[in-house]
């Protein structure tokens, strides 16, 4: 083995797990092991620019023994199925017995590993001891917990009950600490209106909006309605849904709550097989989102505006349905809007317009080899007329 002080690169172990093990143990070294699968652009920026940082070298080689895994072999596919492996290169930190202590994900820069390393070295931050106390039920630091809730969710795991307990222990001038401000706004998008950290987010809005920028702000207002709208529509309780729709009105910015109600509610409302209300919803909502649509706001109406097309013979339904596309395409020349407008003139009546649109989509679609199947069974159904 290199000696620490003068290598240049990360030493990696190769060799047998049990072996290294007993090195491990032999050294009172941790093990450090990275994930990789042979294709993977971003395991390969590892290998370049962090393995082979000189700092990275002398830390990791000075307290851990380091081991490459294929995701393809026998220890591979442990690891990935026991350690909820998403994503990679992945990277686990062991105790010289094989316990794991901590982990973390994908492409990371040097400082960040660095900081990986420092953070496996400790149990105030080693993720799985953390997750140990928390699943015997012993009451962590405020610190812990933040440590805990940090390191979950970088590994894709969010622990809500875990979470609640965090936020009864939380003053709001704990908000000025960078990490505090951190693990807050990632429970916050990941959070519902029942959670703990939603009230403490009302009590203290003024102070989030002062701490926290707009885009910020309006991500953790998406998450929070997001979360707590998509359980609803889970258990398809039209009460639930509604109280909940009130609860997040009165908090979330109006342009933002109206937004929101343009994509949920019709959705719920479909589910529950009301399609009066959902149109009523859309139609209402609809001039809400015309002063600054998003990309997602003009694919729901084109979206909408297919259902209608496809499940409505109701004209004051179909005119309405060919606005909302109408002002997509006004927006965004998109053909598959263009394609839902030349059905929507059909089906109107209005067999010329439809002709028009259905022609140049058709042309579209065959210089970039989609299928016309359908564009051309409108044009043949129109010259019946």
């Known amino acids: 083995m290199i000696h620490p002080l003068i290598a240049q690169k990360v030493d990696f172990y190769e060799g047998e797990w049990e072996e290294l093990l007993k090195e ?25 620019h ?53 982990q973390a994900k994908g492409k990371i820069p040097v400082n960040v590993f660095l900081e990986k390393g420092e953070e496996a070295l400790s149990p105030s931050t080693q993720l799985y001891t953390l997750r140990q106390k928390v699943d015997d039920g012993e009451d962590l630091s405020l610190n812990e917990y933040l440590n805990y809730t940090l390191a979950s969710y970088e590994t894709g ?3 809500h009950s875990t979470n609640d307990k965090l936020f009864t222990l ?30 403490f987010f009302v009590q203290y809005k003024p102070l989030f909006a002062d701490i926290y920028s707009p885009q910020k702000m309006n991500k953790i207002y998406r998450g929070l309605a997001k979360n707590t709208l998509s359980s609803s529509m889970k258990v398809k309780d039209i009460q639930s849904f509604e109280e909940k729709m009130e609860q997040l ?50 694919n729901k109406c084109n979206d909408w505006a297919w259902y209608y097309y496809q499940h409505s013979d109701k004209t004051e339904q179909l005119e309405e349905a060919l606005k909302w596309v109408t002002f997509s395409i006004s927006k965004q020349k998109s053909f598959s809007y263009l394609d839902t407008q030349a059905h929507l003139y059909y089906k109107l009546g209005r067999y010329q317009d439809s002709e028009n649109v259905a022609r140049m989509v ?8 989609r299928d016309t199947k359908a564009i051309s069974q409108l044009l043949s159904n129109i010259k019946v007329h």
């Open 24 to 48: 491990a143990k032999q050294k009172n070294l941790q093990v450090y092991v990275g994930v990789f699968t042979p294709h993977c652009e971003s395991c390969k920026e590892m290998d370049r």
């Open 50 to 102: 962090v393995y082979g940082d000189k700092e990275v070298a002398l830390f990791y080689n000075e307290h851990f023994i380091s081991y490459k895994v294929s995701v393809h072999s026998d220890l591979g596919s442990f690891i990935v199925s026991n350690y909820n492996i998403r994503s990679f290169p992945a990277h686990l930190y062991f105790s010289s017995n094989g316990k794991i202590l901590h």
């Open 157 to 159: 795991v969010m622990d």
């Open 170 to 199: 939380l003053k709001p001038e704990d908000l000025n600490n960078k990490k505090v401000k951190s693990a807050v706004s990632q429970i916050l998008y990941n959070s519902d209106v029942n959670s703990e950290a939603f009230r």
């Open 249 to 298: 009105k009165k908090v979330l910015p109006n342009t933002i709550a109206l937004r929101m109600a343009f994509s949920y509610e019709p959705r719920f409302f479909l589910s529950m097989g009301n399609d009066e209300k959902a149109f009523l919803s859309i139609q209402n909502n609809f001039r809400y989102i015309q002063s600054k649509p998003n990309p997602s706001e003009l």
């Open 362 to 369: 058709q042309k579209h679609y065959q210089e970039t080899g």
